[in-house]
């Protein structure tokens, strides 16, 4: 027999802890995960069934999709919309929210997801992954309007991503801490692999994509001039840089072994509210972060008390090691 906690004797063992733990949702996140493993097969096999390149589409955000964002989004609806647990799902590849069909019961939960992030890297097989959302739905309601998506992260059930890379991992939290797990394909089972995570607080990494530096607010040229200016500048220590652009894979390398993320607003008219989207990726990574330790801002306020305004909303992401994004927050209130 395998050594090795299995994902589903995880979630039914922790969820027993909580008060308000039922089958439901066991079922429900058992569901988004076996959707997950679909996703990791075919993002695996990649060209050999056709599934890299553009598939010629716009979706709302003005973004040509790929083949496999509108794949791992119908893997998900489709996985997703017969389990009775949903009272509806939210997508950044659909423009308005999806009502469960007539024909499946309804429940008591909201998917949000971002189906494939990262997805400028489906071509040059760098890591990509899926990021998902569970908040409730609003009690009496059957039919979810874009209105009862609309609810701080502070209110999410339950957070998760799954990194498609070298290999391909689920992180997940509860609210009851952060923990890893590594699928094993032989088996078709995720594993236990990082239980308790936790970010360290001082870091000597940032990531921050360079290009858009003369576009940024003063605040976050001062903080990425001190950390450039290494050992001989106000920080008196060499920073190192990474930039994957896919935000799963940053947050992950975050998790894994400290440091800061940054994608702030800037001066350009498409990210004058910032470029990642507050419900199916600050929202869920930022319940993440904070679990693990870290902290989440938008530089001038906590990312998980923002009352969402549109399902599609951008807001400005900085993530991490707490002493760093608590500092950008700092030249942030102080440069305003
Ligand atoms: P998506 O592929 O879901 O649209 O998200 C991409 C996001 C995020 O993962 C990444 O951090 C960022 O966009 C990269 O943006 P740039 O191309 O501007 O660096
Ligand atoms: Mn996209
Ligand atoms: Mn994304
Ligand atoms: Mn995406």
Same mark, same amino acid.
């Given at each position: 027999?395998?050594?090795?906690? =299995? ?14 733990? +039922? ?10 995960? =076996?959707?997950? *493993? /679909? &996703? ?29 964002d509108v794949i791992s989004n119908d893997i998900l %609806? ?5 389990? @009775? ?11 308005? #929210?999806?009502?469960?069909? #007539? ?24 890591? &990509? @992954?899926? %990021?998902f959302s569970i908040l409730r739905c609003p009690p009496?309601?059957?039919?979810? =309007? ?21 290999? =391909?991992?689920?992180?997940? !939290? !509860? ?12 088996? @078709? ?6 239980? *308790?995570? +936790?970010?360290? /607080?001082?870091?000597?990494?940032? #990531? ?8 940024? /607010? ?31 894979? /940053? ?25 990642l989207r507050l419900l199916y990726e600050a929202n ?33 992401? &900085? ?14 209130? +102080?440069?305003?």
């Amino acid at each position: 027999m395998r050594k090795g906690t =299995t994902f589903t004797r995880f979630i039914i063992e922790d969820l027993r802890k909580l008060p308000e733990a +039922t089958g439901d949702f066991t079922l429900l996140l058992s569901a988004i995960v =076996t959707a997950c *493993k /679909e &996703i990791a097969d075919d993002v695996s096999r990649g060209q050999l069934i056709n599934v890299l390149g553009s598939a010629e589409t716009e979706n709302i955000q003005g973004e040509t999709q790929k083949k496999l964002d509108v794949i791992s989004n119908d893997i998900l %609806i489709r996985a997703l919309e017969w389990s @009775g647990h949903l009272g509806g799902m939210a997508s950044e590849e659909l423009e308005e #929210a999806y009502p469960i069909p #007539a024909k499946f019961p309804k429940g008591k939960y909201l998917l949000v997801f971002d189906p494939l992030d990262g997805s400028s890297n489906t071509e040059v097989n760098v890591s &990509i @992954g899926t %990021i998902f959302s569970i908040l409730r739905c609003p009690p009496g309601v059957s039919e979810p =309007t874009e209105e009862d998506f609309l609810q701080p992260g502070a209110k999410q059930v339950c957070a998760g991503y799954v990194l498609y890379g070298p290999a =391909t991992n689920l992180v997940l !939290t !509860t609210g009851q801490g952060v923990n890893g797990f590594t699928l094993d394909r032989d088996i @078709g089972e995720f594993i236990l692999t990082h239980p *308790k995570l +936790t970010i360290p /607080e001082k870091t000597h990494e940032f #990531a921050i994509n360079m290009s858009n530096q003369r576009h940024w /607010e003063p605040a976050v040229k001062r903080y990425i001039d001190e950390v450039v200016a290494g050992k001989d500048g106000p920080r008196g220590r060499d920073f190192n840089t990474r930039w994957v652009a896919s935000m799963v894979a /940053e947050v992950h390398r975050i998790l894994m072994r400290g440091g800061i993320f940054l994608y702030p607003k800037d001066e350009r008219e498409n990210v004058k509210e910032g470029r990642l989207r507050l419900l199916y990726e600050a929202n869920p990574m930022s319940f993440i972060i904070e679990q693990a330790g870290g902290a989440a801002s938008t530089g001038r306020e906590r990312i998980l008390s923002v009352k969402p305004h549109r399902l599609h909303q951008r807001i400005p992401v &900085i993530i991490g090691a707490r002493e760093e994004v608590e500092r950008v927050e700092r030249y942030h209130l +102080t440069m305003d």
